[in-house]
């Protein structure tokens, strides 16, 4: 198969809908598919593989959960987001209750809509969609959500809690981490470099590979000799938000590489950090975007959104 010239398309939460049992028992015994000797992590089959263990659980809750999205503004690609949420949410059977604001509105009024909501027994995981206007302190904002509803991991609670291993972790680390689980990517006594620092994906995402064993190394944008801090790695995730930031100079032949950047290069389709077409020619094994990734950060979230749901946090 020709590797660079697979061309994607943008995938608007494309789940298949229902479960078809024959086709996970499918996936399982093709769980890695190989071009050109290199593994392409599948992000969408994991997802599928996963589902069906979300769903009973969900079945399983003597409550409708539901998961609050506080949005303020109509940014396009906030609302392309929540939308994907809703997709899945009803997919798997959980409730959105989703409170859109206008840009204008007040930090006094919104974190007295996030104490209705803390207050509310029909939600049990709340979700402020970033980014916020400037006039709102966003650290202010997070906080005020109660940590047993914080489903994104993010108050200054979560974060000492996931930093030593405890509680639920945001919802792309997460979702990394199962991605590799997938794969049987092991990470114990590994070399994994992470690139990208932000307190929402990098920083958990390093972290994480330090809870589960890693030597980690974290490049950012005051990182000098960027190839010194990837080529050497055995592990190399990416969350940066520059397509083509990282190239076959940066890999080596052994490498899992992991991207998590996701930017819109037009309407329609999506591009990673990683030059796919190049590196895939050269590492072990690649996630692709979209379909990689970003296939399992929602299933994340809901897993998040469940497990605060049976009190395990
Ligand atoms: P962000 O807040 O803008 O952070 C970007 C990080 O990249 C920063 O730490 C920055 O370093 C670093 N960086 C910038 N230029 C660099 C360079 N030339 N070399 C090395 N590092 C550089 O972005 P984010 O929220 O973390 O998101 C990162 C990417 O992940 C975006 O593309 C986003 O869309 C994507 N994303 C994907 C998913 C998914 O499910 N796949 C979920 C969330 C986000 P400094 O800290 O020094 O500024």
Redesign the pocket.
Known sequence: MIVNQLTYQIDTAGFNQGVDYDMLSYIMSNSTQHMNGVTIIDGRKAREVRLPKLIARVQKLSFRSHLAIIQVGNRPDSTSYIRAKKLFAAKIGVGIVHKQFDETISQAELLKEIAEMNQSNEVQGIIVQLPLPVQIDKKAIIDAIIPSKDVDALTSTSVANWSQGKGIMP??AR?VRELLNFYDIKLNGKKVTV?????????PIAVMCENAGAQVTV?????VD?VAGTKDADVLIV????PG?ITEKHVNMGQVVI?????RLGEEQLA??VDFANVSKVVRAISP?PG???????LALFENLIDLCEGKM
């Open positions: 919802a792309t979702g690139v990208g620092r932000s307190d929402l994906v990098g920083k490049c950012h944008s005051k990182t960027l969350a940066v938000g520059k930031l991207d998590v950047g996701i930017s990673g950090d975007v990689g990734v970003g296939a399992m950060t929602v």
